[in-house]
């Protein structure tokens, strides 16, 4: 997009006659009127208005030039069609009123030539000849049609007016139609500085006006000629701009001779802006247009200020470092717009600093502590400064204890606790005052000397014999905070540090500190941020450090050494550990215990170790009658190697069928890379063997089910120490090769030496019979279940199949209840227990003894579907019913149900009468859901699509609410309603209710107790007729007595259909309406029925 530069400048307007056969209108220098193109857009179409008397002339104008700066030749914006036409209208009075095209005349269309030369060139625009009358406006309409742009620093030049003559929209979008411009951008009070060749002036525009010789109350004035004439006219008027010619002025002249106005302006008021106009006479009656011109008298000088307020002359004390500076403005002359500042080394006023400006009688100022300050308060105005003003003094206070390192808080003990805030402090040093951070002790954080950049406050602490010491610091808020420990005065080197840019606490622990030395504690933060801070600071000495830097060495499968550091000097050390679970020490929690004496290893004990085990261990410094912290560290034994993690070792694996039936488990923990495996010496690899019994395709899988790094197959011929590699890759995850029988064949299985997995592994002969496809089973009351599943979709195709089903979970041929083989896809099982889980096993069939491996189980209720997900990510958090005749149901705040399925029909229940309605709300957790309510009104253990009584049509994260009608005629019963929300489904409803579009979701079951004690229709089901059901597009209603109202409504609620017929007879046009479900309710005798009606 190219965007708008603007680039301030005073334009002064003028219209200079060029030569012989051209007028120039305008000699402005401002860029940003995007006019008459803004080359850093797309697109830009504008119109400008040049009134006659700005141009003066009459005749056939025959080519324009516009006025170009920029460096570049605007190559994407060049392509111009120029419209030009006379108008009475002297300005736009709004961004829509644009001069019709059709009262304009094109007379350019191409592309301009433009040199970028970096300097404001003239581009000329050669037009078909237009004749202009000299007595209408003249306007010049521009749009530019290349799509692209250029750069923001290329525009044209305009010049300021006092109107808006100028209107323009410009995008990056779509070209301008000038029969049909957009709504404006603005009208701005700008022209386009623009040549008119062709015609001439009469009596040009004489230009150049200067003030000359500016003092408080006079100007002279110089201008140059429009030609040759020596009068001009000359009007002007003080604080306001005018009309010339209408006695609007102040003052007039007449000038004769030479242009210039001398020693004549005079009585003019101080700092006040005037606007001059003036024309050329040519004689005869012929004059030029106005030209405008602006100038402002010098101020007079304001007298000095009279005395300071606070601090008082030569007071002393001040409280600094930021010192609040007031004074008595001058009481005579002219009023300052303001005061400058200065401070002095002397009170004679040695080398004056301008300190700030301000508009108000204060300011305030940093100065040092102890500093004797020389200042004074001189005031200006626009053009003026005051001089010989008094220069007063003040001194202020000597620097607060902890201000910097001469004058710090002196810690004489430890320990040492203090709560302050560096607020009462000052601002001493900056970040060049840190030394450099190389021979630190401790170090945390960037150590950046803009830590050091706020207020500071400084404490000294002077060891009486050396020791470890820790110093914390801790903060009200997370902030860019930092503590400093230096030595030396200024500071000379880092001894330690904290820094960062979060975190309630900095710490530096554990720093040796010598005897006599003293060691300087700076708490102060990032520069300005935040400047200053309350905080709470603790020094004490550690007299029993902790050890640290524990280390495992001479690791095995069931030993290891151990070593560390000592805190400090201490020579005994406690010992504790615990295998595959961390522990408390000191409470008898450990797997065993020691204490270490004389150098901080324990060597050759820590033996009898589980391999593969991590193990934690805790040990302590004893320093006699004072033990330290207990420090935690953990090691991992290596696993001991499988027994076939060498090629001679190779477990044999017996061939399994395409189910894996003969898979075998194994692990590379442990294991090492041996000579064999050729791929890469950075795998640990183990081994396996199998002897093929049939020549064929076979199949090498594995899969992981410990761990997830790359784990790799390779299968060789040959034997151990002289192997060949079959497959072609290293890098296999599957393997599938021509082998021979008879031939036995060796199988890696590899990981990346840092990692271990466990897997399972399973060869098998490509099948020519393949498994069957896609299980199902539904139940069908009271006891049986239709059996489904598709053949397979490669290999030999089945003549038949195999089924079994069994209780889940018992395997093949375990409590076998029905069983049977058919040609078809189809079968069907009874004698099912209601609500009881089954398994569905089916194989194929491929004749002559060739027969598929088992697919399933494929599990099923016996009774209504149960969904399952894998997400807990959306749920109904609550369900409730009202204004049910009979009971409700309020099941709020249920959480998520267990395997995403909730079965609240025993427990939750909404009661009511045939063509009753009830109201529902699903409030849900987890983002935006579809949801659905199905209610089984045949009880055939499954919901149709239409029994779906409310689906959303669209995602959203509820609440879901509704109206549901007991259909006319329902019997007396118990009735099944499922409310569903999915995830990845925007309109359940039109799907069955046994799953989701994806895992995430959830379902919940209630029941619907019909009792029609509880029912008060007052329209018979005899009382009137409705066809077609379902309906293509009219639905016919017959009825005894007039129909009152139909109303339609949808599944959502939406009333979507009102009439009121008054007639036996009524036909409802639902042919604009989307194919699905609808109620329509009928109101007779004013009584209301409900009908559901399936819209085709």
């Known amino acids: 997009m190219k965007k708008i530069t603007l680039l301030i400048a005073l334009a002064i307007f003028s219209f200079c006659w060029q030569s012989s056969a051209q007028v120039q209108i305008g000699n402005g220098n401002y860029e940003g009127s995007s006019l008459p193109i803004d080359p850093y857009f797309g697109y830009t179409y504008s119109q400008s208005i040049y009134t006659a008397a700005q141009i003066n002339a009459n005749g056939t104008i025959t080519d324009i030039s516009y006025q170009f700066n920029g460096n570049s030749t605007i190559t994407n914006s060049k392509e111009w069609t120029v419209y030009i036409g006379h108008t009475t209208k002297s300005e736009f009075t709004s961004n829509t009123d644009w001069i019709d095209i059709s009262n304009l005349t094109q007379v350019y269309s191409g592309t301009i030539t433009v040199v970028g030369a970096g300097t404001a060139e003239w581009i000329n625009i050669d037009i078909t000849d237009f004749a202009y009358n000299g007595v209408d406006n003249l306007v010049v309409a521009v749009t530019e049609s290349a799509s692209s742009y250029n750069s923001n620093s290329d525009n044209f030049l305009t010049t300021s007016v006092g109107a808006a003559q100028s209107i323009y929209e410009k995008n990056d979008s779509n070209a301008h139609d000038p029969m049909s411009p957009p709504t404006a951008d603005g009208t701005p009070a700008y022209i386009p500085?623009?040549?008119?060749?062709?015609?001439?002036?009469?009596?040009?525009?004489?230009?150049n006006m200067i003030a000359n010789t500016m003092t408080t109350t006079s100007a002279d004035l110089s201008?140059?000629?429009?030609?040759?004439?020596?009068?001009?006219?000359?009007?002007?008027?003080?604080?306001?701009?005018?009309?010339?010619?209408?006695?609007e002025e102040d003052g007039s002249d007449v000038v004769t001779g030479s242009a210039e106005y001398v020693g004549e302006l005079i009585a003019l008021n101080q700092n006040t802006e005037y606007y001059v106009y003036y024309q050329a006479d040519c004689g005869g009656g012929d004059t030029s247009g106005w030209v405008s011109y602006t100038f402002t008298t010098l101020a007079e000088t304001p007298n000095c200020a009279e005395a300071p307020i606070t601090p008082l002359n030569a007071a002393v004390d001040v409280q600094g470092e930021t010192v609040s500076l007031s004074w008595t403005a001058p009481s005579s002359g002219q009023t300052p717009t303001g005061y400058n500042i200065y401070t002095y080394d002397d009170a004679s006023g040695t080398n004056p600093v301008l300190e700030t400006s301000v508009v108000t009688t204060t300011a305030s100022i940093d100065f040092s502590y102890s500093q004797v300050v020389y200042w004074s308060a001189v005031p200006v105005n626009a053009s003026a400064e005051a001089s010989g003003c008094a220069i007063w003094s003040f001194t202020v206070e000597d620097a607060p204890l902890g201000y910097d390192c001469s004058n710090p808080i002196v810690v004489s003990s430890v320990p040492y606790s203090t709560s302050d805030d560096t607020a009462n402090y000052g601002d001493a040093y900056d970040p060049s005052d840190v030394p450099a951070l190389t021979g630190a002790q401790y170090t945390n954080?960037?150590?950046?000397?803009?830590?050091?950049?706020?207020?500071?406050?400084?404490?000294?602490?002077?060891?009486?014999?050396?020791?470890?010491?820790?110093?914390?610091?801790?903060?009200?808020?997370?902030?860019?905070?930092?503590?400093?420990?230096?030595?030396?005065?200024?500071f000379s080197s880092v001894v330690a540090y904290h820094t960062s840019t979060s975190g309630s606490t900095r710490s530096l622990p554990l720093i040796s500190l010598t005897s006599g030395t003293t060691y300087y504690v700076v708490v102060s933060a990032w520069s300005g941020s935040p400047q200053t801070t309350t905080y709470d600071l603790d020094i004490y000495e550690v007299t029993c450090p902790e050890p640290s830097d524990m280390t495992a060495d001479n690791l095995t499968e069931t030993s290891t050494d151990l070593s560390w550091s000592a805190g400090n000097a201490e020579t005994t050390w406690n010992i504790e550990w615990k295998a595959g679970a961390d522990f408390t020490p000191g409470m008898g929690e450990?797997?065993?215990?020691?204490?270490?004496?004389?150098?901080?290893?324990?060597?050759?004990?820590?033996?009898?170790?589980?391999?593969?085990?991590?193990?934690?261990?805790?040990?302590?410094a004893d320093c006699g009658g004072e033990t330290s912290d207990w420090v935690a560290f953990t090691f991992t034994t290596p696993a001991t190697p499988p027994s076939n993690n060498d090629c001679s070792n190779a477990t044999t694996i017996t061939v399994s069928d395409e189910s894996c039936n003969n898979a075998v488990s194994g692990t590379t923990a442990g294991s090492t890379n041996s000579a064999d495996y050729d791929c890469s010496t950075s795998y640990r690899e183990v081994w396996y063997e199998f002897t093929p019994s049939a020549d064929g395709l076979y199949n090498i899988e594995r899969t992981l089910t410990s761990g997830t790094a790359s784990t790799y197959l390779s299968i060789y011929s040959g034997s151990c120490g002289s192997l060949t590699r079959i497959n072609s890759g290293c890098y296999s995850t599957s393997l599938q090769e021509s082998l021979t029988a008879g031939n036995t064949y060796l199988i890696s299985v590899a990981t990346y030496y840092t990692s271990q997995v466990d897997f399972d592994l399973c060869v098998y002969m490509e099948p020519t019979c393949f498994v069957p496809e896609n299980l199902g089973a539904n139940f069908v009351a009271p006891n049986s279940a239709d059996l489904s599943w598709e053949a397979p979709t490669e290999g030999t195709s089945p003549v038949g199949y195999n089924w079994e089903v069994v209780p889940s979970g018992n395997g093949l041929g375990n409590g076998t209840l029905g069983s049977g083989n058919t040609a078809g896809l189809t079968a069907s099982v009874s004698g099912l227990t209601a609500d009881m889980l089954y398994d569905l096993y089916v194989q194929a069939d491929c004749g002559g003894g060739d027969t598929s491996a088992w697919e399933g189980p494929f599990t099923f209720n016996a009774g209504y579907c149960v969904p399952s997900g894998t997400s807990s990510g959306s749920y109904v958090n609550m369900f409730t019913t009202t204004a049910a005749a009979g009971m409700n149901i309020d099941n709020s705040a249920s959480g998520f149900a267990t395997n995403n399925y909730g079965d609240y029909f025993d427990t939750h229940t909404v009661s009511l009468g045939a063509e009753q309605t009830f109201d529902f709300n699903v409030e849900i957790v987890g983002g935006t859901v579809g949801a659905a309510i199905w209610i089984d009104w045949n009880n055939d253990f499954f919901f149709d699509e239409l029994e779906a009584v409310y689906s959303t049509s669209s995602f959203g994260n509820g609440p879901f609410t509704g109206t549901i009608t007991v259909p006319a005629s329902t019997p007396e019963g118990d009735y099944r309603m499922r409310v569903m929300i999915d995830w990845n489904d925007s309109n359940p409803g039109d799907d069955d209710a046994c799953s989701f579009g994806s895992g995430?979701?959830?379902?919940?079951?209630?029941?619907?107790?019909?009792?029609?004690?509880?029912?008060?229709?007052?329209?018979?089901?005899?009382?009137?007729?409705?066809?077609?059901?379902?309906?293509?597009?009219?639905?016919?209603?017959?009825?005894?007595?007039?129909?009152?109202?139909?109303?339609?409504?949808?599944?959502?609620?939406?009333?979507?259909?009102?009439?009121?017929?008054?007639?036996?007879?009524?036909?409802?046009?639902?042919?604009?309406?989307?194919?699905?479900?609808?109620?329509?309710?009928?109101?007779?005798?004013?009584?209301?029925?409900?009908?559901r009606v399936i819209k085709n």
């Not at 009068?231 to 209408?246: I, Q, S, V």
């Not at 207020?455 to 903060?475: C, I, K, Q, R």
Request: with cysteine.
């Open 193 to 207: 500085n623009i040549i008119l060749n062709g015609i001439t002036q009469s009596c040009p525009d004489p230009s």
């Open 223 to 247: 201008w140059s000629a429009g030609n040759t004439e020596t009068t001009w006219n000359l009007e002007w008027k003080a604080g306001a701009d005018f009309n010339p010619g209408t006695g």
């Open 445 to 490: 954080g960037t150590g950046s000397s803009s830590y050091l950049g706020s207020n500071e406050t400084v404490y000294s602490f002077t060891p009486a014999s050396d020791g470890v010491y820790n110093f914390d610091l801790t903060l009200p808020t997370s902030d860019w905070h930092s503590l400093w420990l230096f030595e030396g005065c200024p």
């Open 590 to 620: 450990s797997d065993g215990l020691d204490t270490v004496t004389s150098t901080p290893e324990y060597n050759g004990m820590l033996t009898g170790l589980d391999d593969n085990t991590t193990y934690y261990v805790y040990y302590q």
């Open 1000 to 1091: 995430r979701g959830e379902v919940e079951d209630y029941k619907i107790t019909v009792d029609n004690s509880l029912s008060t229709i007052g329209v018979e089901t005899s009382q009137f007729t409705y066809f077609p059901n379902p309906v293509n597009d009219k639905l016919t209603l017959n009825a005894q007595s007039n129909i009152q109202n139909v109303a339609v409504y949808n599944m959502l609620g939406q009333e979507v259909i009102n009439a009121s017929p008054n007639t036996l007879d009524a036909e409802v046009d639902m042919v604009n309406l989307n194919s699905g479900a609808y109620f329509v309710k009928v109101t007779i005798d004013n009584a209301t029925k409900t009908i």
